[in-house]
C-alpha cells in the first residue's frame, strides 16, 4: 500500500516544524515561533486576499503552535472560511483547527453551526462525516441544540452510507451524555436497536455503544436489545475464525464487537424467555470451551483479544449470578490464570476472582486457589498485582481461614509498599473484629498491628479496639496485661501508648494484684512515655492520671505531685495546662464519692457500624459506596470519639468555664457519645416543646407570660435591637462560640455544636450586675411564613431559672433539627425584671443554614464534574463584592473552614482561588453545595460563585458569606 | 469508555492528545505530567494498566513511545489494550513502518485515524482493512 511521505502537502508546514525542532534552547524556539506568528498575522491581514491552499498551511501552523503549548489569539475566522471550502483537505484542517481550539465565542459557533449544518445536507459522505466527527469532539450544548433532532435521522435513513451511520451513531451518543434532555429518541428507538441486526459488522460495533448508553438510562424502552444481542454474540461465537474477515482479529472473530455485546447484556437481567437464555448459556459455556482449547497462534495479541471476551463473559456470568455452573467453571479458569506467566493475566484474575469470592455459589470455589494467592502476595513484582492479592484474601475471607489469612496480611505488612500500607492495616483490623472467636485473639491482632505500622494505624482503628474492649468485659483484664507488656518495649509507637492509656487508665485496676503491674509500676511505665508523645497523647494521658488517682488512692501523691509541677501546670499549650490545672483541683477538693462518679468506667458504646469499614469504604473512592454512606463514616468517626468534644459530663469540672470547648480526644468526652436526641435522658422528663406550648400562632408571647408584666411597657426597644442583631448573627456564620450579646445589664455567650442536620446550642445568660434579675423568661420562635413544621424545630431541654442572681451565669440548651432549608433565623426573645423595670429584648439565634454542611473531601476531576452538572442558571448565584475584611489567606482558610465546607486544595487551576465543598444536611434531604471564591488582591474585590442542588440555598449562602470576607 | 487517548515519548513530549472530556488547558497539561509519571517508572514485568485518579489508564510502549487509554476503572483492560494495538498497526501501514518522526509532521492526518477508529470514547471501528481503505480514499482527495 502505498505510505503518506514526510509533510506531503504542505511544504511550508514541514519546513517550519523543522526549524522548531532545530531551535537549540526554548528561547530559540519561541523567537522562530513569533516570527511565524508576525508571519501569518500579515498575511491574513494583508489586502491580497489568500488562496485555500495558504489559508489551510497557515491555520495548519497556528495549530501546531497551539499544540506546542502557545496561546493562540487569532486565525480563527480563517479556520471557519476553510469549513465552506469544498476540497476536503481545506475543510479537514478547518474542523481540526474548532476541533482542538474549542472557543464559546458565540458569533464563531453560529458560523460553524451554519457550515456543519451544510455539510450534513451536502451528501457526501466525506463531509457528513467530517461534520459529525466535530460534533462528536466538540460536543457543545449549542451543537446539541443545534442538531440534536437532525442526528437519528441520518443514522437511521436507509440511504445513509455506512461510515457516516457510525459516524453518526457515536455523535448522538457524545450528544446525549452532555444534553440528555435533548436528545429524544421516541420514535426512533426500534430502529436504532434494530442496527443491532446491521450487515456492517462497523455499523453494529458503533451503535452498541449507542445502545448500552441508552439502556442504561432507560431499560425498558430498549430491553428488545437482549435477544437481538443474544443472536448476534451466537453468530460470531460460533463463526470460524475465518469467517468475519475484515473482524478477524489474531484468529479470533470480533473480539470488540462480542466484548460490547456482552457488557450490552449486564445492563439487564438474565433473559426470561427460555430460548433466549438457553442460547445465552450456550454461548458463554462456548466462550469457556475455547479457553481450553490450544491457541491458533503464539502471539500475545491472539490471547489477549480471546481473553478480552473472556472476562467479558465471566463478568457477565458473574452479573447474573444465577448458574452455579458457569460460576465455578469461570473460577477454575481464573485459577489457571493464577500461575500464568503473563502478569497482566495473573492481575485480572486477581482482580475478577475478588468479586467471584462474594457470589455464594463459587465462594468455596475461591477459597481454594488461597495459597497461591497468598504466594503472589509475597512474591509478585508488580505492587498492583500485590494490592489485588491482598483485595482478594480479603474478599475470600470467612470464619474457616480468617486466623491463617490475617496472619499472612500481618507478615506481609513488615514489607508492604506503603502506598497500600494504610489500606492493608485497615483490612487487618475489619477482619480481626468481624472473625473474632475469642477477643483475646482479636486484642493481639490489633495491638499488633500498632507495632509494625504504627504509623498506618489510622485514629479510627485504635478508637475501634478500644470500643470492642470497653463494650466487652470479658476480654478487659487480658486487654490491660498485653497493653501493659506490649508498653515495656523500649521503643513504641505513640498510637500503642495512646492505646495503653486509655485500657489502664480504666482497667488497670485488673492486674494490679501482680506485684509485677502493681498501680506505681503501672502509672511509671505510662509516664515513661509522657515526654516523647504528642500534646493530644499528653492530654489523654493526663486523663489516664485522673483515673488512676480514683481507682488507686494510693497514686493519688504521686500523681498530684506529676500534676502540680510547671511543666503540667503552666504548661504553654492551653488544653494541657487546663487538665493538669482542674485535674489536681479535682483531686483535692472532690470527695471519693464525688471523684468515683465523675470518673466512673466508660459505659459501653452503642452498637453500630464499624468506624474502619466506614473508612475503607471510604478510602476505596466514589464508586464503592454511595454519598451518604460516606458522611455517615465520617460522622462516626468523630463521634466514636465523643464527637472530640467535651461531653456535659465534664461540665461538673469547668462549671463557669464556657469558652473553652476542648478539640482534642478525650477519656472523658467519650460520655457523650451517644446519640444527640437521647442524650439529656437524666432531664428527659423535662423536656419542653416551646411550639406546644407557646403554639406557632403566637411565637412570641413569653412561655410563662404572668399577664402583669405584658402591659409593662419595655424598656428597651426590641427592633433596635435586632437590627444589630443582623450585624450579630453575621458574626457567627463561620463561627459557632461567642460572646453573642452584651449590654450594661446582660451577657449572653453562646456555643454550639452540629451534626448532620442535628445541633444543640448552650446559651449562657450572665447578669453582669449585683442586682437580681426576677421573672426571667426565654422564648425562641421562628419568624413571618416560616413555620416550625418546615423549618426547624426548636427545643429547650428545660425552661430556664427564672431568677438570675446579681453576677451568676445560668444556662439554657436548646435541641435544634433542621427540616428543610431556610433562610431566615430563629428569633430569642428575652424578658426579665431589673429592678422594677422590665426589659424586652430580641435577638436573632445565628443559627444558619451552613451550620448543617458536613465537609466533603473530592478531587479536582469530581469537583468539576459536580459543577458542571450543576450548570443551570438558578442553581448557581454568584455575587461580586468589596472586601470588608483582611485578605489575608490563613484568615480566609480560617473562615472558609468555619463555614463548614471541605477546602479543597490543588483543585483550582489558579491558586488563589479557594475551593469548597458540603453537603448540607437537612432532615428531608441533602443539598450539595459547591463553592468558589475568586479573591482580586490588588482590586481588594472578591467575586464568589456558589452552586448548589437546590436553587434557594445557593441564594441564601451567596447573601451570608458576601457579609463575611 | 475513553477519556483521553495520549502519545508520549520517553522524554514526555506529547505526539497526540485526543480528549474525549472536558478539561480545561492547565487541567490537561497536569493530567499529561501525572501520565508520564506513572508511565515510565513501570518496567516491563509490571502489567500493562495502572489505576489513574478515579480511573485506569491502559498504555503499551512501542518503542520509545507510549500508548495510553485512559477508561473506566469497570473498562475491559484487555480490549482496550489490543485496541491499541490494532491502532498502531493502522499507523505502521499507513505511514510505511511508522516512527516518531512520522506522527510529528503529519500530526494533522494522526488526528484523522484517530477519528475512524475512536469517537466520542468508544471503539468506532475495528477492521484494519476498512479503516486503510477509507484513508486511502481520503488521501486521494484534493
Known amino acids: ?965 | 469508555w475513553i477519556r483521553f487517548i495520549l502519545i508520549q515519548n520517553r522524554a514526555g513530549k506529547t505526539r497526540l492528545a485526543k480528549w474525549y472530556m472536558q478539561f480545561d488547558d492547565d487541567e490537561k497539561q497536569k493530567l499529561i505530567e501525572e501520565v508520564h509519571a506513572v508511565v515510565t517508572v513501570r518496567d516491563a514485568k509490571h502489567t500493562n494498566f495502572v489505576e489513574f485518579r478515579n480511573f485506569k489508564i491502559i498504555y503499551r510502549r512501542y518503542a520509545g513511545l507510549y500508548f495510553c487509554i485512559c477508561v473506566d476503572v469497570t473498562d475491559n483492560n484487555l480490549a482496550y489494550l489490543e485496541g491499541i494495538h490494532n491502532f498502531v498497526e493502522v499507523l505502521n501501514e499507513y505511514f510505511h513502518n511508522v516512527c516518531e518522526l512520522d506522527l510529528v509532521f503529519n500530526f494533522y492526518k494522526v488526528y484523522t485515524v484517530v477519528d475512524e477508529m475512536f469517537l466520542a470514547g468508544e471503539i468506532r471501528e475495528t477492521s484494519q482493512t476498512k479503516v486503510l481503505k477509507q484513508l486511502l480514499m481520503l488521501q486521494s482527495l484534493e
Not at chain 1, 93 to 105: A, C, D, E, Q, R
Request: charged share 20%; glycine share 6%; hydrophobic share 40%.
Open chain 1, 1 to 965: 500500500m502505498p505510505a503518506v511521505s514526510k509533510g506531503d502537502g504542505m511544504r511550508g508546514l514541514a519546513v517550519f516544524i523543522s526549524d522548531i525542532r532545530n531551535c537549540k534552547s526554548k528561547e530559540a524556539e519561541i523567537k522562530r515561533i513569533n516570527k511565524e506568528l508576525a508571519n501569518i498575522r500579515s498575511k491574513f491581514k494583508g489586502d491580497k486576499a489568500l488562496d485555500g491552499y495558504s489559508k489551510k498551511k497557515y491555520v495548519c501552523k497556528l495549530l501546531f503552535i497551539f499544540l506546542l503549548g502557545h496561546d493562540i489569539d487569532f486565525g480563527h475566522m480563517e479556520a471557519v472560511n476553510l469549513l465552506s471550502s469544498n476540497k476536503y483537505t481545506e475543510k479537514q484542517i478547518g474542523y481540526l483547527f474548532i476541533s482542538v481550539l474549542v472557543n464559546s465565542n458565540s458569533e464563531l459557533i453560529r458560523l460553524i453551526n451554519n457550515a456543519i449544518k451544510n455539510d450534513l445536507s451536502s451528501r457526501n459522505p466525506t463531509f457528513m462525516c467530517l461534520a459529525l466527527h466535530c460534533i462528536a469532539n466538540v460536543g457543545s450544548r449549542e451543537m446539541a441544540e443545534a442538531f440534536a433532532s437532525e442526528i437519528p435521522r441520518i443514522l437511521v435513513a436507509g440511504d445513509t452510507m455506512d461510515s457516516v451511520k457510525q459516524s453518526a451513531a457515536l455523535c448522538l451518543l457524545r450528544l446525549y451524555k452532555t444534553s440528555p434532555d435533548l436528545v429524544l429518541m421516541g420514535e426512533w428507538t426500534s430502529r436504532v436497536v434494530h442496527l443491532l441486526n446491521d450487515q456492517h459488522m462497523g455499523v453494529v460495533t458503533a451503535a452498541i455503544s449507542l445502545i448500552t448508553c441508552l439502556s442504561q438510562k432507560n431499560p425498558d424502552e430498549f430491553k428488545t436489545c437482549v435477544s437481538l444481542a443474544v443472536s448476534r454474540l451466537s453468530r460470531i461465537v460460533s463463526s470460524a475464525s475465518t469467517d468475519l474477515q475484515d473482524y478477524t482479529y489474531y484468529f479470533v472473530p470480533a473480539p470488540w464487537l462480542s466484548c460490547k455485546l456482552l457488557r450490552l447484556l449486564q445492563c439487564y437481567p438474565p433473559p426470561e424467555d427460555g430460548a433466549v437464555k438457553g442460547r445465552l448459556v450456550e454461548c458463554l459455556e462456548t466462550i469457556l470451551n475455547k479457553a481450553q482449547e490450544p491457541p491458533k497462534s503464539k502471539k500475545v495479541q491472539h490471547s489477549n483479544a480471546k481473553n478480552a471476551i473472556l472476562f467479558e463473559a465471566i463478568s457477565l456470568i458473574i452479573h447474573y449470578d444465577s448458574e452455579p455452573n458457569l460460576l465455578v467453571r469461570a473460577c477454575n479458569q481464573l485459577g489457571q490464570f493464577l500461575q500464568h506467566r503473563e502478569t497482566n493475566l495473573r492481575y485480572l484474575a486477581l482482580e475478577s476472582m475478588c468479586t467471584l469470592a462474594s457470589s455464594e455459589f463459587s465462594h468455596e470455589a475461591v477459597k481454594t486457589h488461597i495459597e497461591t494467592v497468598i504466594n503472589a502476595l509475597k512474591t509478585e513484582r508488580d505492587v498492583s498485582v500485590r494490592q489485588r492479592a491482598a483485595d482478594l484474601l480479603y474478599a475470600m475471607c470467612d470464619r474457616s481461614n480468617a486466623k491463617q489469612i490475617v496472619a499472612e496480611m500481618l507478615s506481609y505488612l513488615e514489607t508492604a509498599d506503603y502506598s497500600i500500607r494504610e489500606e492493608m492495616v485497615l483490612k487487618v483490623a475489619i477482619l480481626a473484629e468481624k472473625y473474632a472467636v475469642d477477643y483475646s485473639w482479636y486484642v493481639d491482632t490489633i495491638l499488633n498491628l500498632i507495632r509494625i505500622a504504627g504509623d498506618y494505624v489510622s485514629e479510627e482503628v485504635w478508637y475501634r479496639v478500644i470500643q470492642i474492649v470497653i463494650n466487652r468485659d470479658d476480654v478487659q483484664g487480658y486487654a490491660a496485661k498485653t497493653v501493659f507488656e506490649a508498653l515495656q518495649a523500649p521503643a513504641c509507637h505513640e498510637n500503642m501508648v495512646k492505646v495503653g492509656g486509655y485500657i489502664l487508665g480504666e482497667f488497670g485496676n485488673l492486674i494490679a494484684g501482680d506485684p509485677r503491674s502493681s498501680p506505681l509500676v503501672q502509672f511509671n511505665l505510662l509516664h515513661s512515655k509522657f515526654h516523647l508523645c504528642s500534646v493530644p497523647t499528653r492530654a489523654l494521658l493526663l486523663s489516664a492520671y485522673i483515673k488512676f488517682i480514683n481507682l488507686f488512692p494510693e497514686t493519688k501523691a504521686t500523681i498530684q505531685e506529676v500534676l502540680r509541677c510547671d511543666s503540667q501546670i503552666r504548661n504553654s499549650d492551653v488544653e494541657l495546662q487546663q487538665r493538669a490545672v482542674e485535674y489536681l483541683k479535682l483531686s483535692s477538693i472532690a470527695s471519693t464519692d464525688v471523684l468515683a462518679t465523675v470518673l466512673e468506667e466508660m459505659p459501653p458504646f452503642p452498637e453500630r457500624e464499624s468506624s474502619i469499614l466506614a473508612k475503607l469504604k471510604k478510602k476505596k473512592g466514589p464508586g464503592a459506596v454511595s454519598v451518604p454512606d460516606l458522611e455517615d463514616g465520617k460522622r462516626e468517626g468523630g463521634e466514636l470519639n465523643g464527637g472530640g468534644e467535651r461531653g456535659p459530663d465534664s461540665a461538673a469540672m469547668s462549671a463557669s468555664n464556657a469558652s473553652t470547648p476542648s478539640p482534642s480526644a478525650d477519656l472523658l468526652g467519650m460520655r457523650s457519645a451517644a446519640p444527640m436526641s437521647a442524650a439529656p435522658t437524666s432531664a428527659g422528663s423535662l423536656l419542653v416543646d416551646v411550639f406546644s406550648e407557646a403554639g406557632p400562632a403566637a411565637p412570641s408571647a413569653a412561655v410563662n407570660d404572668d399577664g402583669f408584666l405584658s402591659s409593662a411597657p419595655p424598656s428597651e426597644d426590641p427592633a433596635t435591637l435586632l437590627s444589630e442583631a443582623d450585624e450579630l448573627l453575621n458574626k457567627f456564620v463561620c463561627k459557632n462560640n461567642g460572646v453573642l450579646f452584651e449590654n450594661q445589664l446582660l451577657q449572653i455567650g453562646i456555643k454550639s455544636e452540629y451534626r448532620q442536620n442535628l445541633g444543640r446550642m448552650y446559651l449562657f445568660y450572665g447578669n453582669k450586675t449585683s442586682v437580681q434579675f426576677a421573672s426571667f423568661t426565654t422564648t425562641v420562635s421562628c419568624p413571618g411564613e416560616l413555620q416550625s413544621h418546615i423549618l426547624s424545630i426548636l427545643r429547650a431541654t428545660k425552661p430556664v431559672e427564672p431568677v438570675v442572681e446579681g453576677g451568676a451565669q445560668i444556662q439554657q440548651v436548646l435541641n435544634i433539627e433542621c427540616l428543610t432549608d431556610f433562610s431566615e433565623a430563629p428569633l430569642l426573645n428575652i424578658k426579665f425584671r431589673y429592678g422594677g423595670a422590665l426589659q424586652n429584648l430580641s435577638l436573632k439565634l445565628p443559627v444558619t443554614i451552613n451550620k448543617f454542611f458536613q465537609p466533603t473531601e473530592m478531587t479536582s476531576h469530581d469537583f468539576f464534574q459536580r459543577w458542571k452538572q450543576l450548570s443551570q442558571p438558578q442553581q448557581e448565584a454568584q455575587k461580586i463584592f468589596k472586601a470588608n475584611h483582611s485578605m489575608d489567606t490563613e484568615v480566609l482558610k480560617a473562615k472558609l473552614l468555619g463555614l463548614g465546607t471541605a477546602l479543597l486544595d490543588d483543585v483550582d487551576p489558579n491558586p488563589e482561588n479557594y475551593v469548597c465543598a458540603g453537603v448540607i444536611q437537612t432532615k428531608g434531604q441533602q443539598v450539595g453545595c459547591l463553592l468558589r471564591l475568586e479573591p482580586n488582591g490588588q482590586a481588594q474585590m472578591y467575586r464568589l460563585t456558589l452552586r448548589c442542588s437546590k436553587d434557594s440555598v445557593s441564594l441564601r449562602l451567596c447573601e451570608l458569606l458576601a457579609q463575611q470576607f
